[in-house]
């Protein structure tokens, strides 16, 4: 129902920036809040930010507040992560994800989100 690409992964030193891109396909969307989750190898999936349907709301890690920037363009049916001032500890694999029952909330866990895209490599080197 909703098909979801990341892309803008890659490798950078620690202090520099990535902007994370999530093209979506499918009607539903723009009705449905968005999140960021990343996986370090042998850890679990954690969350990252969300942002709701409508772009009014947001919400973030502690890891990640002040240096991430979530956004929405409906429109164009895209997500992005704006990575700024990146640290070893961002390196991970970043997913987006989107469902009818994800909220912008602190706790939001995978179980939440329904629909996932395949995840793109985000290293930091330091």
């Known amino acids: 129902q909703v098909h979801l690409v990341e892309s803008g992964g890659g490798l950078v030193q620690a202090g520099c920036s990535l902007r994370l891109s999530c093209a979506a396909s499918?009607?539903?969307?723009?009705?449905?809040?968005m999140g960021w989750f990343r996986q370090a190898p042998g850890k679990e999936r954690e969350f990252v930010a969300a942002i709701s349907w409508s772009g009014g709301s947001t919400t973030y890690a502690d890891s990640v507040k002040g240096r991430f920037t979530i956004s929405r363009d409906n429109a164009k049916q895209t997500g992005n992560l704006q990575m700024n001032s990146l640290k070893s500890e961002d390196t991970a694999v970043y997913y987006c994800?989107?469902?009818?029952?994800?909220?912008?909330?602190?706790?939001?866990?995978?179980?939440?989100?329904?629909?996932w895209g395949q995840g793109t490599q985000v290293t930091v080197s330091s």
């Open positions: 499918g009607r539903t969307f723009s009705l449905y809040t």
């Open positions: 994800a989107t469902g009818p029952r994800l909220r912008v909330l602190l706790t939001s866990t995978l179980d939440d989100a329904d629909y």
